[in-house]
C-alpha cells in the first residue's frame, strides 16, 4: 500500500546485497567483465546475510566563514567536497562476496574436496558497485516495513580480513569491507533519475533510500534474440507487473513485463532482440527458487 513519510527508527540489520555495475551504472551481478554480456545472461547480486553493522557514510560539507574587528562574520555551506566512506562488518565471512570483492577465482577442482581462494593484494582494478542493505524498521504508526538504504556507486574493498581466536566472546574477528560512494544518474533498476520524481540536484546522487514491505535484490538479464523469459535470483513476493511493489526496466526505462511467477521467479516479456536489457529490482526474503 502507499506509504506516507514518518519517523523510523531501524531496528535491526538483516540482508546485504552487492553487485558489480558497469559504466553507465547498470547492475551486472558478479560478471568478470561488467562491460560486456553475452546474449541470454542473467546476473544476480550477491546476497550476504550475516551483516552486522553499518557504519554510514558522512559528508563533509564545507563552509565559508568571515570575521574581522574581532567579531564572527556570516557563515554559509558551500555544498559537500567529500561523499565520505562506510563500512559494513559481517560475523561470518562470505566467500563468494570475498572472492569477488578481491578479484580472485574460487578453485574447487584442483582438489576436489578442497575450496581455495585467498586475498589477493597487488590487485590495481577496483570494480564499483551497487550496494543495497537491508533492515527492520519501527516507528510511530509504522509495522512491517524494510529500509533499503542504497549505495548506487561506490568502490568496495576489503579493510578487515577475518582472523582466528579460541577466546571466548561474540562474534570474534569479523570482516569489515569500506565502501567509497560516488554519484550515479541511474536508479537501482536502471532508469534515469531525470525521469523520476526525486529532484536529486544535476538528476545524480550517490544514495538512495526505499522504504518497502521487504528487503529488495537486483536480477539483470541481458537477453538472447527472441528471449520471452528470464528467472530472477531469488523467489520473489508478488506477481505485480504495474510498478505496485517491484519495478522492472528494459534498456534504462521502466516497462512492465507480461508476467511474474512467484513460485518459480520466472519473469515473462516480450520477444526481447539480442543485447536487449531487463532489470528487476523486486522484494524478497531470499527463498532460493
Known amino acids: 500500500m502507499a506509504k506516507a513519510a514518518g519517523e523510523l527508527h531501524n531496528a535491526g540489520m ?3 546485497s552487492i553487485g558489480r555495475i558497469n559504466s553507465s551504472f547498470a547492475h551486472r551481478g558478479a560478471a568478470a567483465d561488467p562491460e560486456t554480456i553475452s546474449d ?28 574581522g574587528g574581532n567579531q564572527p562574520g556570516p557563515s554559509i555551506f558551500l555544498g ?37 581462494t585467498g586475498h589477493n593484494p597487488r590487485l590495481d582494478t577496483f570494480y564499483n558497485y551497487i550496494t543495497v542493505v537491508s533492515s527492520k524498521v519501527v516507528g510511530d504508526g509504522i509495522a512491517q516495513h524494510w529500509m533499503n538504504k542504497i549505495y548506487l556507486n561506490c568502490e568496495i574493498a576489503i579493510s578487515e580480513y577475518p582472523g582466528a581466536s579460541q ?15 560516488d554519484d550515479s544518474t541511474r536508479t537501482p533498476w536502471g532508469s534515469l533519475h531525470s525521469a523520476g520524481s526525486n529532484a536529486f540536484t544535476d538528476n545524480k546522487t550517490p ?27 531469488f523467489r520473489p513476493l508478488s506477481t505485480d507487473v504495474a510498478a505496485v511493489s517491484q519495478i ?33 529490482f523486486y522484494e524478497t526474503f531470499y527463498e532460493t527458487i
Open 40 to 67: 541470454g545472461t542473467t546476473l544476480n547480486a550477491i546476497h550476504a546475510a550475516w551483516a552486522d553493522n553499518l557504519v554510514q557514510a558522512q559528508p563533509t560539507r564545507k563552509t565559508a566563514t568571515s570575521e
Open 167 to 181: 577466546a571466548d566472546g561474540l562474534n570474534n574477528h569479523m570482516i569489515t569491507i569500506t565502501m567509497k560512494p
Open 80 to 116: 559537500v567536497s567529500d561523499n565520505g566512506e562506510a563500512t559494513i562488518t559481517f560475523a561470518l565471512e562470505n566467500e563468494t562476496l570475498s572472492a569477488l570483492l578481491e578479484g580472485v577465482t574460487i578453485d574447487a577442482a584442483t582438489v576436489s574436496d578442497w575450496l581455495m
Open 248 to 280: 522492472f526496466a528494459k534498456d534504462g526505462v521502466t516497462t512492465s513485463p507480461t508476467s511474474v511467477v512467484i513460485a518459480t521467479g520466472v519473469v515473462t516479456i516480450p520477444s526481447a532482440s539480442a543485447q536487449e536489457e531487463w532489470i528487476a
Open 14 to 16: 538483516h540482508h546485504v
Open 207 to 233: 544514495y538512495m533510500e526505499i522504504r518497502a514491505d521487504a528487503p529488495l535484490s537486483i536480477t539483470t538479464h541481458v537477453a538472447s534474440s527472441s528471449d520471452t523469459t528470464f528467472v530472477l535470483g
